[in-house]
């Protein structure tokens, strides 16, 4: 969502921010419909106070003895009771179109992203960690899990279609001691408050992140009319949608374990094998909703939260500044953090961390107000993965695979494998 006066007083760069997202010009079409709308509104607004005076000048003929002049006032207020009707109508459907127009524009990116048209032309930031050199080949997660007997995709499949897994003793066991391990990092050592969110929303509280209406097709709704949630970014980022936050009590940072819901619309003929894209899958989320001046510093903040995660694994990583055709729909910057699976030798995305400025605060209404002030403004929220569980369960499997097949556990887990150090042994 975008802030109209800036558009009105900058469309050329308006424009210049959708070309950058590979979006043609839309400052013409959105000030014709402002301006019309703005019209209406004047209008409207004419047309109320010539009804409020005439009716109080009715009253007045009246007094006076006036009869004829009354009635005629009375004939006018009734005309104009029925002007205002449809001007109002008018002013509803002209302001729900622009805001529609509105809300299928992606978000303008800040200066230092990379153009580029796909993945390739993102900005490798830093690595950590060296990928390790097995003596033997190394195998792919679901090679692995299925030769344990704990990894079953072909039940899975029977009773819920493609791209759902199912897990068992001890890598079940190991999904469960990764989201406890991220819930107590984050909480303990990160200082985010953990929350448990409804898995099923309105669509207002889509349309407050961004889902919808763009993104409809990539989600799942239910014949309720409700929405699973894609991840639980909806739900801690509306915690206070329609609220005026006080700014002394920003920064506010959240997490939480979901499970998450998607469609995967668009990725057909991706990742079928194993579990590295799923219809439904675990994700620790952060969210953090802070002040314009304070959100590029925290977007590095969460970013380093989600690479303690890894550090603690002892998982090779890389961070990348995703490019303009890569970003996210209402991502300014994005950081995504690319862990090194030796199955595949390659890295693949573990976690993005972005920060939104205030298009997702326009969205949904949500202010904060400094101390003393009564002038309100947007805040910025961030939102990043720490981690993804099905994936860091992938990279965790696949990293500490061992010659006989099974699987060494991080030193970080033991205590939460109640002192268990290897799977398959």
């Not at 529609?100 to 993945?119: A, C």
């Not at 390659?346 to 939104?356: A, Q």
């Not at 061992?402 to 970080?412: K, L, M």
């Amino acid at each position: 969502m975008f802030d109209l006066k800036y558009i009105r007083e900058n469309p050329a760069d308006f424009d210049a921010a959708l070309a950058r997202r590979g979006e043609a010009p839309r400052s013409d079409e959105i000030l014709a419909m402002d301006a019309s709308h703005r019209e209406v509104i004047t209008q409207a607004q004419a047309v109320q106070t010539r009804r409020n005076e005439a009716s109080k000048l009715i009253g007045r003929a009246k007094g006076q003895g006036k009869e004829d002049e009354a009635t005629a006032l009375m004939q006018e207020v009734s005309a104009l009771k029925g002007k205002l009707a449809d001007l109002e109508e008018a002013e509803r459907v002209q302001g729900e179109a622009l805001t529609n127009l509105l809300m299928t524009l992606p978000n303008m990116v800040y200066s230092d992203v990379p153009d580029g048209d796909d993945e390739d032309a993102n900005l490798e930031m830093r690595k950590w960690g060296a990928p390790k050199n097995f003596d033997f080949d190394a195998k792919e997660h679901y090679e692995l899990g299925e030769a344990l007997g704990m990894m079953d995709f072909e039940r899975a499949a029977k009773m819920s279609g493609s791209r759902f897994s199912i897990l068992r003793g001890g890598l079940a066991r190991l999904a469960r001691a990764l989201g406890q391990f991220m819930l107590d990092l984050h909480t303990d050592e990160h200082g985010f408050e953990e929350m448990q969110t409804p898995a099923l929303v309105r669509s207002s509280a889509m349309l407050g992140t961004g889902q919808l209406p763009k993104f409809a097709d990539d989600a799942f709704q239910t014949t309720s009319g409700h929405w699973l949630i894609s991840t639980s970014e909806i739900t801690l980022t509306n915690f206070h949608a329609g609220e005026i936050l006080d700014e002394a009590s920003l920064p506010l940072r959240f997490t939480s374990l979901s499970q998450c819901f998607r469609s995967e619309a668009g990725s057909a003929g991706r990742d079928t094998r194993g579990m590295i894209r799923q219809h439904q899958f675990e994700k620790v989320e952060m969210v953090a909703v802070t002040t314009p001046e304070k959100s590029d510093e925290e977007l590095e903040r969460m970013t380093g939260c989600a690479e303690e995660v890894l550090k603690r694994l002892h998982l090779p990583y890389r961070v990348v500044k995703l490019c303009t055709g890569d970003i996210g729909f209402g991502a300014r910057r994005t950081y995504d953090i690319e862990v090194w699976l030796p199955g595949q030798g390659k890295y693949r995305e573990i976690s993005s961390c972005s920060v939104l400025g205030d298009f997702q605060a326009r969205r949904m209404k949500m202010r904060c107000r400094p101390k003393g002030e009564k002038k309100t403004r947007f805040v910025h929220t961030l939102n990043g993965s720490g981690l993804a569980v099905g994936r860091t369960l992938i990279a965790v499997i696949e990293n500490n695979q061992q010659a006989d097949g099974t699987i060494r556990i991080p030193e970080v887990l033991r205590p939460y494998m109640g002192g268990l150090d290897v799977i398959g042994g």
